[in-house]
């Protein structure tokens, strides 16, 4: 129960990092042409297929979660492997997003529009990252043959972390992505 309320901390202070950037990312768009390099600069068609990767990774863990709380640990252990590489996907889509741009001569100084896409993009891939670090540690621990009782909450609690990312990304591809096609 204590390692829950833990990560609830953790969210709670991290919700508080993010909505701080996302509140100056709208601050600088309103008094800057956001919204025209970022449709012009940004693949929203490639990313959404990224994004839906990240989805379907809160949907993979939770089938993993569920066959844990059922005792199958077959299945736990392919839904977490599943939930891993779908994370990798969402990375993967990010880096190839970050290289494009830079190939663009588009970096983080070049203007408030750079800083704040990549800071905010940035903050959300190192909070994937941290995540995906815990789901394999997880793995790990479920193959060498813990959580054999099913009684413990780590699963969990990884858990709402991880959908606590995803929920983030929906915010943050919301702002970045979707929202300069209708300002």
Same mark, same amino acid.
């Given at each position: 129960?204590?390692?829950?309320?833990?990560?609830?901390?953790?969210?709670?202070?991290?919700?508080?990092?993010?909505?701080?950037?996302?509140?100056?990312?709208?601050?600088?768009?309103?008094?800057?042409?956001?919204?025209?390099?970022?449709?012009?600069?940004?693949?929203?068609?490639?990313?959404?297929?990224?994004?839906?990767?990240?989805?379907?990774?809160?949907?993979?863990?939770?089938?993993?979660?569920?066959?844990?709380? &059922? %005792? =199958?640990?077959?299945?736990? *252990?392919?839904?977490? #492997?599943? /939930?891993?590489? !779908?994370?990798?996907? $969402?990375?993967?889509?990010?880096?190839?997003?970050?290289?494009?741009?830079?190939?663009?001569?588009?970096?983080?100084?070049?203007?408030?529009?750079?800083?704040?896409?990549?800071?905010?993009?940035?903050?959300?891939?190192?909070?994937?990252?941290?995540?995906?670090?815990?789901?394999?540690?997880?793995?790990?621990?479920?193959? &060498? %043959? =813990?959580?054999?009782?099913? *009684?413990?909450?780590? #699963?969990? /609690?990884?858990? !709402?972390?991880?959908? $606590?990312?995803?929920?983030?990304?929906?915010?943050?591809?919301?702002?970045?992505?979707?929202?300069?096609?209708?300002?």
């Amino acid at each position: 129960m204590e390692n829950k309320l833990m990560i609830k901390l953790v969210i709670a202070t991290e919700a508080i990092l993010f909505v701080s950037l996302m509140i100056a990312y709208v601050y600088f768009a309103l008094n800057s042409n956001f919204g025209s390099q970022s449709k012009s600069l940004l693949n929203i068609k490639e990313e959404s297929l990224f994004t839906l990767a990240l989805f379907l990774s809160s949907f993979t863990l939770h089938l993993a979660e569920r066959n844990y709380r &059922k %005792g =199958n640990y077959k299945n736990l *252990k392919i839904w977490m #492997i599943v /939930t891993v590489l !779908l994370g990798l996907t $969402f990375l993967s889509g990010q880096a190839i997003e970050y290289k494009n741009l830079l190939a663009a001569n588009f970096t983080i100084s070049n203007d408030m529009f750079g800083t704040n896409y990549f800071t905010l993009t940035g903050f959300h891939a190192f909070h994937v990252i941290l995540g995906l670090i815990m789901l394999c540690i997880l793995i790990y621990l479920i193959f &060498k %043959g =813990n959580f054999r009782d099913h *009684k413990s909450t780590v #699963i969990e /609690t990884i858990g !709402l972390y991880w959908h $606590f990312v995803d929920v983030v990304w929906v915010f943050v591809f919301t702002l970045i992505y979707v929202s300069p096609y209708f300002f």
